[in-house]
């Protein structure tokens, strides 16, 4: 069955986070399709009709011309990256616009009219790294009402593989469980690893692992290539980072909440997902509601 990514693209050419980790982590995937998606600036937005309306208004053609110019110029680079590395080009499409209610509502929009399976998301330039978290596009698209996984690719280092899956037994993990199991269902690259920590209740991680691995099948991905993993220590973010770094796991999947957390959704993020994604680097984090 065909999948079918957005990607988003930025005009920061060598910090293409997201077409970046998508080279080395779906390479010889011939059923995943992907839309690279650029959100312009719109300066018809900020455009002063009270006085010189028409002075005005063809300043802004001419500024979107440009916007527009570099966004498909942006959309070029990113999408030569990805075919030079070996992504089919007949499996890539473009598509720009224009800002109409500001990038990450806009993104939030074009991913829920596109049926996308998930979105990716990477960092914009180096001055994104610096910035206050609660400041960036990710996340502010996770605060809002969205029902897609995404893939966050703030700093990906080439050449990991698999996936660390964090089950605790909630709802969220168990759909991020069958999003990470229909995405690798073909992969011959990629194994599973479900992940508990800080939890002395064998019972409770017992039936935890049960459910992601049942979630997991029943999306196609195959039983020889899940494994588990307990992690007793204290620092429950720590420890999912700490695995994830030293055996080389492309990703972190998680839900945005965890079990015993329902209070969160109105902030969407729990405690454990936010720290996880203050921290990040090297791995993405695949995150679902």
């Not at 409770?204 to 992601?212: C, E, G, H, Q, Y």
């Not at 680097?281 to 679902?288: D, M, N, Q």
Request: with cysteine; hydrophobic share 40%.
């Amino acid at each position: 069955m065909e999948r079918h990514l957005l990607l988003t693209v930025n005009a920061y050419h060598t910090h293409q986070h997201a077409s970046r980790f998508v080279n080395y982590f779906l390479k010889g995937d011939t059923n995943t399709r992907l839309t690279l998606f650029y959100v312009a600036p719109n300066p018809h937005m900020n455009v002063d009709l009270t006085r010189d309306a028409l002075s005005n208004i063809n300043e802004a053609d001419t500024l979107a011309a440009t916007y527009k110019r570099k966004g498909n110029q942006a959309l070029a680079v990113a999408k030569k990256l990805l075919i030079d590395n070996g992504f089919p080009p007949d499996k890539i499409e473009t598509k720009l616009q224009l800002k109409h209610y500001g990038t990450a509502m806009d993104i939030i929009q074009e991913a829920e009219k596109g049926y996308y399976d998930a979105v990716l998301l990477g960092r914009r330039g180096l001055s994104m790294f610096e910035e206050l978290v609660d400041d960036s596009i990710s996340k502010h698209i996770l605060r809002e009402e969205i029902d897609f996984p995404l893939w966050i690719c703030k700093e990906p280092e080439a050449g990991r593989k698999n996936v660390l899956l964090c089950a605790d037994g909630s709802e969220e993990s168990l759909r991020v469980a069958d999003h990470v199991g229909f995405m690798l269902a073909e992969s011959d690259r990629h194994e599973v690893t479900l992940f508990h920590v800080c939890d002395k209740d064998q019972q409770k991680i017992d039936v935890s692992f049960d459910a992601a691995r049942t979630a997991l099948i029943a999306a196609g991905f195959p039983p020889e290539k899940i494994h588990e993993k307990v992690d007793r220590c204290g620092n429950v973010p720590q420890a999912i980072l700490n695995h994830a770094l030293a055996n080389n796991y492309a990703a972190i999947a998680m839900g945005t909440t965890g079990a015993g957390q329902k209070y969160l959704k109105s902030i969407f993020m729990g405690s454990v997902c936010m720290a996880i994604f203050k921290s990040l680097r090297k791995v993405t984090l695949i995150v679902s509601r």
